[in-house]
């Protein structure tokens, strides 16, 4: 394989692959299909394509945080791509939306073993913190060949139809399609006629997720985030309703909705004295209608007092762009006409660097995975300040999504990032709550004290974190969850390496290094103390100091901290 060829290969390999859980993707799983349907026409073997949804992860991520809803999904997808025999194929859609491909049956009733497998996965209760969530599945199934000749999203739509009347007969239970039961949809409980009416009697409204500065405190622009208030189900979140549409031409119509909603709510808002920007999603099936930017600005133009400036298009990395040279084209429109253009979920894999180099994006929003664990994960600290340096290169403007709590938001600003979205800061309001909002909004004190962190510093940020993931793998080891023995020397750590490198004379000579010197020593010891309870016998002694441990851990956080405030 030459140079030219194994550069051209690893890019695909990975764009093949969902980040956050490692299963196949919507590409690879089309890929896998579309050749078990060959197979099957080719051999006359019987494939079931099964459609998969979690059941109250929403709840998770509503009432406790999307890091823990993360790691739920995270931890299921491994426990279900383990039930999974040779040959067959399990991907993550979206969110908690997965599929499944299980070709060489003999008879439809040959896949129900594996049905039942994959709903005790789903089932299996998963602890996170100090809490254990349990969740369920609903699955529903189509097979190939059928009567009628079938195509992959034909057959995908059919195992949705199928999933979701598995969910309404209680959930945890699986459901094979049934063509007299076909509403023509997706197989939702709305069906896309009923969404049609629903745009036209006015149901959906527009939510919207304040993007700050987190330095200042400043809002500097919203997300305009759809939702459909459902005369008997209440307000629908978008994962339950757009799925519906995404291959369906009707979501050229509902995304221009959204475009001119977003127009109207700018301009009643610059009528109250609040000058903001917001920002719309605009999917691939939109950017490649012939005439998007045409469009785009006669929406611009039923609003002429808004500046074109004040809308911005968000555009999915996740969304599959295999004509580069288009999209740029039409995009480069689209900022002709005055309208700011952010990548949506930078860093998820999608656009090879050198494609990103010909789109002229202006933002660049960070995915939120890079930002969840930051606080505990060096690794992702690592990957976070890479993904940042690379937005820098490019003289992109990033926006961390995704952010959930203050010491995420002041790991940001030392990184030199300074807006932000996120649960941590606010969630989805309606229009008429945001200024209110706006007016109540203050940032966190550790905020407005942060400054950004020179290269050369960067240890002292790092340190904080990786001083907590060597804790937690001190524990690990001691309750026997790793046969690997931490280091305890305090010059073998990074810090320390960092700290003595410059000799007697060097930082940790300096006044200002004094009391990080000595807490740093401290916490060494105390860990050499905790393994020689450990030698003696004596295991629970030893795990009963690592809370001693742990808070001076924190303290040094505390301290690394006040070289990043300002005076």
């Known amino acids: 394989m030459n140079q030219h060829q194994e550069r051209t290969r690893r890019p695909k390999q990975v764009v093949h692959l969902d980040k956050l859980t490692g299963l196949a993707n919507r590409a690879l799983l089309g890929d896998r299909l579309h050749n078990a349907i060959a197979q099957s026409k080719r051999w006359g073997q019987l494939i079931a394509v099964v459609r998969l949804n979690l059941d109250g992860l929403e709840a998770i991520n509503d009432h406790h945080s999307h890091n823990a809803g993360e790691q739920v999904l995270v931890s299921l997808a491994r426990g279900m791509k383990r039930t999974l025999h040779k040959g067959e194929t399990l991907a993550r859609l979206e969110g908690h939306r997965f599929a499944a491909v299980l070709p060489v049956l003999e008879k439809e ?16 209760p ?9 969740l369920s599945a609903s699955i529903g199934v189509a097979f190939f060949p059928q009567e009628r000749d079938a195509d992959e999203d034909q057959l995908l739509r059919q195992a949705g139809q199928a999933m979701h009347r598995a969910r309404a007969a209680g959930k945890n239970h699986y459901h094979f399609y049934d063509p007299a039961e076909d509403t023509g949809g997706d197989g939702h409980p709305e ?30 622009g919203a997300e305009a985030l759809i939702r459909w208030q459902h005369p008997e189900r209440g307000l629908v979140p978008p994962a339950e309703f757009l799925p519906v549409i995404e ?9 221009e909705w959204v475009i001119s909603a977003a127009l109207a709510q700018l301009e009643e808002w610059q009528d109250a004295g609040l000058g903001i920007s917001v920002s719309v999603n605009v999917g691939a099936r939109q950017l490649r209608q012939p005439g998007f930017s045409d ?6 133009a039923e609003h ?11 555009i999915l990395e996740t969304d599959p762009m295999e004509d580069i040279a288009h999209l740029s084209g039409v995009l480069t429109k689209c900022r002709g006409i005055g309208v700011s253009l952010a990548l949506d979920d930078f860093g998820s894999s999608h656009f090879a660097l050198v494609d990103l180099k010909k789109l002229p994006f202006d933002i660049l929003k960070i995915d939120p ?4 664990d930051i606080l505990e994960s060096p690794d992702d600290l690592t990957i976070l300040e890479g993904v940042l340096g690379l937005a820098t290169a490019f003289r992109r403007q990033p926006v961390a999504e995704g952010v959930e709590t203050a010491e995420q938001g002041v790991i940001l600003l030392r990184l030199g990032c300074k807006l932000a979205q996120g649960y941590g800061i606010a969630r989805p309001m309606p229009a008429d709550k945001l200024p209110g909002w706006v007016t109540a909004f203050r940032p966190d004190p550790r905020w407005i004290e942060a400054l950004s962190v020179s290269v050369d510093e960067r240890p002292l940020l790092h340190a904080g974190v990786e001083h907590r993931a060597w804790a937690a793998s001190l524990e690990a080891f001691l309750k026997g969850e790793c046969e690997v023995e931490p280091r305890l020397s305090r010059y073998q750590c990074r810090f320390g390496a960092w700290l003595y490198a410059e000799g007697p004379d060097g930082r940790s000579s300096q006044p200002a290094f004094q009391p990080i010197v000595a807490l740093h020593w401290k916490i060494h010891a105390l860990a050499t103390g905790i393994m020689k309870y450990r030698t003696y016998g004596r295991n629970d002694e030893a795990l009963a ?16 901290n006040a070289f990043g405030k300002k005076n």
């Open 109 to 124: 009733q040959d896949c129900i073993p594996g049905l039942i497998r994959l709903l005790e996965a789903a089932a299996e």
């Open 126 to 134: 998963v602890r996170v913190g100090e809490s254990t969530f349990q």
């Open 191 to 220: 069906s896309l006629e009923r969404i049609r009416q629903a745009l036209a009697a006015h149901e959906f409204v527009m939510y919207y997720q304040p993007k700050v500065n987190l330095s200042t405190g400043q809002i500097v």
């Open 247 to 255: 291959d369906h031409p009707f979501a050229v119509v509902l995304g």
């Open 295 to 300: 469009r785009l600005g006669s929406l611009l």
């Open 304 to 314: 002429p007092r808004i500046n074109p400036s004040s809308l911005e298009l968000e």
């Open 369 to 372: 995975s890079f930002v969840r």
């Open 545 to 560: 100091h690592l809370r001693d441990l742990k808070d001076h851990v924190d303290k040094l956080a505390d301290l690394l």
